[in-house]
């Protein structure tokens, strides 16, 4: 332990030390770290996170191997003249990444009158005038070249012309994400540095903060570039507060032990006092105090972030790996540039000292312990509603629904609704030495099913109307190879809702009737087994991280109660705030069900841990548990404002501001979860601790070595 220690303060030495050279370091890693952050490739498709083995991902993958497309669109064009759609049809092939266009006259020339078709074909893509048709791209949905040709498309059309599809989704998900990314940021660091201007005492110190921190990506989702950097700021901002509350405290005992007591009286001589050694010296030992704190603070955060990569839906490992890679760096960061920043600026820091806004709260711990049993009838009485709401409440798995409804994408989704009666649209993959007669059997099965529009392949188009020596050869490999065959299925169904879900599965089932091989893909079918595989992922991760951080708890105080005790609080304040938006009739994205419930347990259990730590140091000094407990809740209630506060600033803000809901619900939960953490780690966790000292104590005092640590512990936070 001694040991340990002294190489503590030998490390808090070599920083003060070092501190110049640290800054210069830490500068010239902004450049490589910029770099790296413009140069990561973001993902924008969030389907593409799903298990690359399950039949609807390995039918994507087969349509890029085979007929080098994952990608297609329903274009939707209103008031134009035959001769007029020929011509921006040609044009719109002659765009790169476009494998294809098809309409009417892929098949037949535009000098015989469309009338003449069936009438089933010329429903499905004719409607008064308004007529449609179908872009295949020689990319995957997400792909930069699809997402080029989209923008290239919409440039060349006209303002009656409307492309619809999951690649235009994404695209306007990318242009708007790109669009509002930074600005998260800059919310996030100045509503935080508000927040903690008015709650710390010196003005500069907050900007400080925000410039210890360093933000490294590898290739990620849209949604983990726009949360990183400002979950990252609200949840690694504690190891900040922790250093700086150290070093003063450190300030504060050099000055007492170094003044006589004729000079102690006056506030001015004091700061006069704190010379460059002395500060230098509190700085070290600062950091050596603060580098057990935040390890350990930290650990329980890494832990609710790696619980999410165990997610079969990979965008659970890709915001998990980068947000615990985020902590760590904050650490590092906060025992490093933080101190160097801090001694540097030692004398600014100084001039922009206040009296912080952020009351005292004295009172509180013995207010708390006073009326304890009260709040523990609250806990009970909150609980079970808290609970059903929980369970209830409904999620949205439609990736448009996150979107603003005036978008290009949205806007050409429900023209497509409108006019031609459908919401989405899937591709059956057939052998392609299915015989013909099967296909049209099939076809003719599937255009009964609930829902179906129409059922279109190079098989229905040669039995309807067309002699097969007259079907182009373009048009042809587009739908057909050695291999497999393409047909396209036309549903009136939206994405995500129960009857289209039912729908895929009555498709799929006559699709393996006729070819055990045959496979149903595209974005309904994908969503399908997205909503099956995240409600499985749900149970998984929650009981990963419980279990995870109950281990670290159990392991930190060597005590069977005390992780119950800590992990039910704060799932507690989990269950209220996921179980408000039942009651309000909110329905909050898929992803927040899943990772909402890890953040908000990783990022502020370390309340409750800081309160703890104070509570058994004065219960094993021999303090009354009355006392003990009001004065661990005294001695904390502040600390754990400012941390909580400085959370929801960094989250709140964005929660306003983003326009894609998918961001603003993670952050507006992220917010109100730190409030809510904080009221049940302030007001039920120390009426805890008075219901159950008694069996606290008996399983502590069984651990005469833990005791004798926890007597010689020193509460840096």
Same mark, same amino acid.
């Given at each position: 332990?001694?040991?340990?220690?002294?190489?503590?303060?030998?490390?808090?030495?070599?920083?003060?030390?070092?501190?110049?050279?640290?800054?210069?370091?830490?500068?010239?890693?902004?450049?490589?770290?910029?770099?790296?952050?413009?140069?990561?490739?973001?993902?924008?498709?969030?389907?593409?996170?799903?298990?690359?083995?399950?039949?609807?991902?390995?039918?994507?993958?087969?349509?890029?191997?085979? /007929?080098?497309?994952?990608?297609?669109?329903?274009?939707?064009?209103?008031?134009?003249?035959?001769?007029?759609?020929?011509?921006?049809?040609?044009?719109?092939?002659?765009?790169?990444?476009?494998?294809?266009?098809?309409?009417?006259?892929?098949?037949?020339? $535009?000098?015989?009158?469309?009338?003449?078709?069936?009438?089933?074909?010329?429903?499905?893509?004719?409607?008064?005038?308004?007529?449609?048709?179908?872009?295949?791209?020689?990319?995957?949905?997400?792909?930069?070249?699809?997402?080029?040709?989209?923008?290239?498309?919409?440039?060349?059309?006209? *303002?009656?012309?409307?492309?619809?599809?999951?690649?235009?989704?994404?695209?306007?998900?990318?242009?708007?994400?790109?669009?509002?990314?930074?600005?998260?940021?800059?919310?996030?660091?100045?509503?935080?540095?508000?927040?903690?201007?008015?709650?710390?005492?010196?003005?500069?110190?907050?900007?400080?903060?925000?410039?210890?921190?360093?933000?490294?990506?590898?290739? $990620?989702?849209?949604?983990? %570039?726009?949360?990183?950097?400002?979950? +990252?700021?609200?949840?690694?901002?504690?190891?900040?507060?922790?250093?700086?509350?150290?070093?003063?405290?450190?300030?504060?005992?050099?000055?007492?032990?170094?003044?006589?007591?004729?000079?102690?009286?006056?506030?001015?001589?004091?700061?006069? %006092?704190?010379?460059?050694?002395?500060?230098?010296?509190?700085?070290?030992?600062?950091?050596?105090?603060?580098?057990?704190?935040?390890?350990?603070?930290? @650990?329980?955060?890494?832990?609710?972030?790696?619980?999410?990569?165990?997610?079969?839906?990979?965008?659970?490992?890709?915001?998990?790996?980068? @947000?615990?890679?985020?902590?760590?760096?904050?650490?590092?960061?906060?025992?490093?540039?933080?101190?160097?920043?801090?001694?540097?600026?030692?004398?600014?820091?100084?001039?922009?000292?206040?009296?912080?806004?952020?009351?005292?709260?004295?009172?509180?711990?013995?207010?708390?312990?006073?009326?304890?049993?009260?709040?523990?009838?609250? /806990?009970?009485?909150?609980?079970?509603?808290?609970?059903?709401?929980?369970?209830?409440?409904?999620?949205?798995?439609?990736?448009?629904?996150?979107?603003?409804?005036?978008?290009?994408?949205?806007?050409?989704?429900?023209?497509?609704?409108?006019?031609?009666?459908?919401?989405?649209?899937?591709?059956?993959?057939?052998?392609?030495?299915?015989?013909?007669?099967?296909?049209?059997?099939?076809?003719?099965?599937?255009?009964?099913?609930?829902?179906?529009?129409?059922?279109?392949?190079?098989?229905?188009?040669?039995?309807?109307?067309?002699?097969?020596?007259?079907?182009?050869?373009?048009?042809?490999?587009?739908?057909?190879?050695?291999?497999? +065959?393409?047909?396209?299925?036309?549903?009136?169904? *939206?994405?995500?809702?129960?009857?289209?879900?039912?729908?895929?599965?009555?498709?799929?089932?006559?699709?393996?009737?006729?070819?055990?091989?045959?496979?149903?893909?595209?974005?309904?079918?994908?969503?399908?087994?997205?909503?099956?595989?995240?409600?499985?992922?749900?149970?998984?991760?929650?009981?990963?991280?419980?279990?995870?951080?109950? $281990?670290?708890?159990?392991?930190?105080?060597?005590?069977?109660?005390?992780?119950?005790?800590?992990?039910?609080? $704060?799932?507690?304040?989990?269950?209220?705030?996921?179980?408000?938006?039942?009651?309000?009739?909110?329905?909050?994205?898929?992803?927040?069900?899943?990772?909402?419930?890890?953040?908000?347990?990783?990022?502020?259990?370390?309340?409750?841990?800081?309160?703890?730590?104070?509570?058994? %140091?004065?219960?094993?000094?021999?303090?009354?548990? %009355?006392?003990?407990?009001?004065?661990?809740?005294?001695?904390?209630?502040?600390?754990?404002?400012?941390?909580?506060?400085?959370?929801?600033?960094?989250?709140?803000?964005?929660?306003?501001?983003?326009?894609?809901?998918?961001?603003?619900?993670?952050?507006?939960?992220?917010?109100?979860?730190?409030?809510?953490?904080?009221?049940?780690?302030?007001?039920?966790?120390?009426?805890?601790?008075?219901?159950?000292?008694?069996?606290?104590?008996?399983?502590?005092?069984?651990?005469?070595?833990?005791?004798?640590?926890?007597? +010689?512990?020193?509460?840096?936070?």
């Amino acid at each position: 332990m001694e040991e340990k220690r002294n190489a503590m303060e030998k490390f808090g030495k070599k920083v003060v030390q070092l501190r110049i050279p640290i800054l210069i370091v830490g500068l010239l890693l902004l450049i490589p770290s910029f770099v790296g952050y413009v140069s990561t490739k973001v993902n924008y498709d969030i389907l593409s996170y799903l298990p690359k083995d399950i039949e609807t991902m390995v039918g994507q993958d087969i349509l890029v191997e085979e /007929f080098g497309t994952g990608a297609f669109s329903m274009f939707v064009v209103q008031e134009m003249e035959p001769k007029e759609c020929a011509g921006l049809k040609e044009e719109i092939e002659n765009i790169e990444h476009v494998e294809k266009v098809i309409w009417y006259n892929s098949v037949m020339d $535009i000098s015989v009158p469309m009338e003449l078709l069936p009438g089933e074909i010329y429903e499905a893509f004719n409607s008064g005038d308004t007529t449609m048709m179908a872009i295949i791209f020689n990319e995957t949905t997400s792909a930069d070249g699809t997402m080029e040709a989209i923008a290239e498309i919409r440039r060349v059309a006209d *303002k009656n012309c409307f492309l619809s599809g999951m690649s235009a989704v994404v695209t306007d998900t990318k242009n708007l994400s790109e669009k509002e990314a930074p600005i998260y940021v800059c919310i996030a660091v100045l509503l935080s540095c508000l927040v903690l201007s008015l709650t710390m005492d010196s003005f500069l110190i907050p900007f400080l903060f925000n410039l210890g921190s360093n933000v490294f990506m590898g290739e $990620i989702s849209y949604i983990t %570039k726009a949360l990183s950097a400002v979950l +990252q700021l609200g949840v690694t901002m504690d190891y900040s507060i922790f250093l700086w509350h150290s070093y003063q405290e450190n300030q504060n005992r050099n000055v007492k032990e170094n003044d006589s007591p004729v000079r102690a009286f006056s506030q001015k001589q004091d700061t006069a %006092k704190r010379c460059t050694g002395t500060k230098e010296q509190a700085m070290a030992r600062a950091i050596s105090e603060t580098i057990t704190s935040v390890v350990s603070s930290s @650990m329980t955060t890494v832990a609710g972030f790696i619980a999410l990569c165990f997610m079969s839906f990979t965008l659970g490992m890709d915001l998990g790996i980068v @947000m615990a890679k985020g902590v760590v760096f904050g650490v590092i960061t906060c025992v490093t540039i933080l101190p160097s920043l801090i001694l540097v600026f030692d004398k600014a820091l100084e001039k922009t000292r206040h009296k912080a806004l952020l009351p005292d709260m004295n009172g509180t711990g013995a207010f708390i312990t006073k009326h304890y049993k009260l709040f523990m009838i609250l /806990f009970v009485a909150i609980l079970f509603p808290a609970i059903i709401g929980y369970r209830n409440t409904k999620v949205y798995y439609n990736l448009d629904e996150t979107l603003p409804k005036d978008l290009p994408s949205i806007v050409a989704n429900d023209k497509l609704n409108e006019s031609f009666d459908m919401n989405a649209t899937h591709m059956l993959l057939l052998s392609a030495d299915l015989p013909a007669k099967d296909v049209r059997h099939m076809t003719d099965e599937m255009k009964g099913v609930d829902g179906v529009n129409w059922v279109l392949g190079l098989n229905a188009l040669k039995s309807d109307f067309i002699p097969e020596e007259l079907i182009p050869s373009d048009l042809t490999d587009s739908l057909i190879n050695e291999n497999w +065959q393409l047909l396209l299925v036309g549903s009136q169904y *939206k994405v995500a809702s129960d009857e289209v879900n039912t729908q895929c599965e009555t498709l799929s089932a006559i699709c393996k009737k006729y070819d055990k091989q045959g496979m149903l893909v595209g974005e309904a079918p994908c969503t399908k087994d997205l909503i099956e595989i995240t409600d499985k992922d749900f149970s998984t991760v929650s009981v990963v991280s419980i279990g995870v951080i109950f $281990i670290i708890i159990l392991l930190v105080f060597r005590s069977v109660p005390l992780p119950i005790i800590l992990v039910s609080v $704060i799932e507690m304040a989990i269950f209220v705030n996921m179980g408000i938006p039942y009651y309000t009739g909110t329905e909050i994205p898929f992803i927040a069900s899943v990772v909402i419930g890890t953040i908000q347990l990783g990022a502020t259990v370390d309340y409750a841990i800081l309160m703890t730590t104070r509570y058994r %140091k004065e219960r094993f000094a021999n303090l009354p548990k %009355k006392e003990a407990v009001a004065d661990a809740c005294q001695s904390s209630v502040k600390s754990i404002m400012v941390s909580a506060l400085s959370f929801f600033a960094a989250t709140f803000g964005v929660g306003l501001y983003s326009n894609i809901d998918m961001i603003s619900s993670l952050c507006t939960l992220m917010a109100r979860g730190a409030l809510i953490s904080m009221a049940a780690v302030i007001l039920v966790l120390p009426s805890m601790f008075m219901v159950f000292d008694k069996i606290i104590i008996r399983s502590n005092t069984k651990h005469k070595v833990v005791k004798k640590k926890i007597e +010689q512990e020193v509460v840096s936070i």
